[in-house]
């Protein structure tokens, strides 16, 4: 597609259940981000691949948040056993490299849930 | 480590007259800085950057901002608002080498009033 996608737009779920969220990036970009964004506040880092490198993860909030990245493809975010402070849209971008990452394009976000 | 501060949570301005949205920053050494806006059930979208050189830098949509190493400022600025300017508006910095990892402001809803 044109765009950076992300699936679902919108996810309830209840306290303890895990989630995947879905990112496919612009064709081409090599370097993907994740973030989070809670009500009233900026983005948060969780998590950024660049090609076959090791992911940068310092962002990840604790060992229940984990995300992986096929390639220069798909990537998922998983979290695990949800937590009610989980409740945030979370943002994928893609760019053409690190270097460029905040001129990232960025995908409509997930809208989390946690009841 | 790095932040951003924007001390306006909403700025209100007519439609004509200019406008400026505030951001200061803390970062080691030189910072890369930028902009981003978030309207209304859309995705963040670039609006303009500061790597290095020329210290005001004009963005998308009639946008521009200056930057001021001396009071590590970085304010978002436009000639003369429009309704449709009326949106969240985001100010990242991040060093300037080394760490890829940005840091976001908590946004300022900007309104451009008829």
């Known amino acids: 597609g044109a765009g950076v996608s992300q699936s679902p737009s919108n996810k309830v779920t209840e306290k303890g259940k895990d989630v995947e969220l879905r990112c496919d990036p612009i064709s081409g970009h090599t370097a993907l981000y994740w973030y989070r964004q809670r009500l009233g506040q900026g983005l948060e880092f969780l998590i950024y691949f660049q090609g076959n490198s090791a992911p940068d993860k310092s962002g990840l909030p604790s060992d229940r948040f984990s995300a992986e990245r096929t390639g220069e493809s798909v990537s998922t975010l998983t979290i695990q056993r949800t937590q009610q402070e989980d409740s945030a849209v979370y943002l994928c971008a893609s760019s053409l490299a690190l270097d460029r990452g905040p001129e990232a394009f960025f995908g409509q976000g997930t809208r989390l849930t946690v009841v | 480590a790095q932040s951003v501060a924007q001390p306006e949570d909403q700025v209100n301005v007519a439609e004509g007259n200019p406008l400026t949205v505030k951001c200061t920053y803390s970062?080691?050494?030189?910072?890369?800085l930028f902009w981003y806006v978030q309207y209304p059930n859309r995705g963040l979208q670039f609006l303009l950057k500061y790597i290095t050189g020329d210290n005001l830098v004009k963005g998308s949509y009639g946008f521009e901002a200056e930057f001021n190493k001396s009071q590590t400022s970085f304010h978002l600025k436009k000639p003369s608002a429009l309704v449709s300017d009326s949106a969240l508006y985001f100010c990242?910095?991040?060093?300037?080498?080394?760490?890829?990892?940005?840091?976001f402001g908590r946004g300022t809803s900007l309104i451009v009033h008829p």
């Open positions: 970062v080691s050494g030189n910072p890369y």
């Open positions: 990242a910095v991040r060093p300037g080498g080394g760490s890829y990892i940005p840091t």
